[in-house]
């Protein structure tokens, strides 16, 4: 194949997509690790650590060095991301060449760069650890878009119908992942030691007014949380009814594929769909049982990662190429 053509540019840009795709679904569990660890903190300063491009031995060196991967893991896919922005615009004559999804996740990937600077700079706000946490995903969402090729055949009646049902799963998912980072940035993960009741009542004293605070002000240190507990059984609870909502919402829409749909390609994403959705909880669950030990706790975060790639999946098959524009797609 020639590799001037545009089919075979589209093809090694969504090659450099998945890669970049690979590399955000590490940062997110490494970035997971960092936070369960309490090593946000690990390097005071941004974006070297303690001045330097390398934690020195001196001072705090494990809790550094997860911190300074991170930062490695990340730089690395800003790098891929700006590669992907100026190959889009290289090539911005080709029909289908993706534009606006590559330059609103350069622009995302620099608010990301500067809420990992803020994160340690207002020593681990939750608003901020959280909206990274968003942004990480959302990220790895987009560029797994990026890395998929539009499929060419045209869906059927019931099969298009699946589009709202499948925007509300990715809607009600976004929302759940922004309470699991409040929960976690929180250090509400244990304040539930049982399952599934939490603190041996089906409806323990909590305190919602001071759970959902967003902004408590600067100068605070929040390792280690600054909640009584109550207002963290009110999160953890929260979370809990979230994931319920979100499990059935999920599942459904897999079920819908399975029935509906005429494309052997829908029916396994639906199928995929509701199995992540089953080992999501089934890690939660175990979570539970084992008092949050941290692989399980850090595996969480690649089960969030996994229903995010497998909605967008579902949303890049009901999405095909219109019909003025197949000529050109590649093959």
Not at 96 to 110: K, S, T
């Amino acid at each position: 194949m020639d590799p001037q053509t545009p089919q075979t540019r589209l093809k090694w840009f969504r090659r450099l997509a998945l890669a970049g795709a690979l590399l955000a679904a590490a940062v997110v569990v490494l970035g997971a690790w960092v936070r369960l660890t309490d090593a946000g903190l690990g390097c005071p300063d941004w974006p070297g650590c303690y001045g330097h491009v390398y934690p020195h031995a001196d001072h705090n060196f494990s809790k550094a060095l997860h911190e300074m991967i991170h930062r490695y893991f990340a730089s690395t896919l800003g790098v891929i991301i700006v590669g992907l922005l100026a190959w889009a615009l290289w090539n911005r004559q080709d029909r289908e060449q993706p534009r606006i999804a590559v330059i609103f996740l350069f622009l995302l990937v620099c608010l990301q760069g500067a809420l990992g600077a803020l994160t340690v700079t207002l020593q681990l706000l939750p608003l901020i650890v959280t909206a990274h946490l968003l942004g990480g995903l959302t990220t790895l969402g987009i560029l797994w878009w990026l890395s998929l090729t539009p499929q060419r055949e045209s869906l059927s009646a019931r099969e298009m119908a699946l589009r709202k049902f499948a925007l509300g799963g990715l809607a009600v998912l976004l929302l759940q992942i922004a309470l699991g980072g409040w929960t976690s940035s929180n250090y509400a993960a244990v304040a539930c030691p049982d399952l599934p009741t939490c603190q041996q009542a089906w409806w323990p004293r909590m305190d919602f007014r001071d759970a959902f605070v967003l902004w408590r002000g600067l100068s605070i240190d929040y390792t280690g949380g600054v909640l009584a507990n109550p207002a963290r059984i009110a999160i953890h609870v929260t979370h809990r009814i979230g994931a319920l909502v979100v499990g059935l919402t999920l599942s459904a829409v897999g079920a819908l594929c399975l029935a509906r749909a005429q494309s052997r390609r829908l029916q396994v994403i639906g199928g995929l769909l509701i199995a992540a959705v089953l080992l999501q909880i089934g890690i939660g669950v175990t979570m539970v049982h084992f008092a949050m030990p941290l692989p399980l706790a850090t595996l969480h975060n690649a089960g969030a990662a996994l229903l995010v790639v497998c909605t967008v999946t579902l949303l890049r098959m009901l999405w095909p190429v219109p019909e003025d524009r197949r000529g050109t797609l590649a093959a």
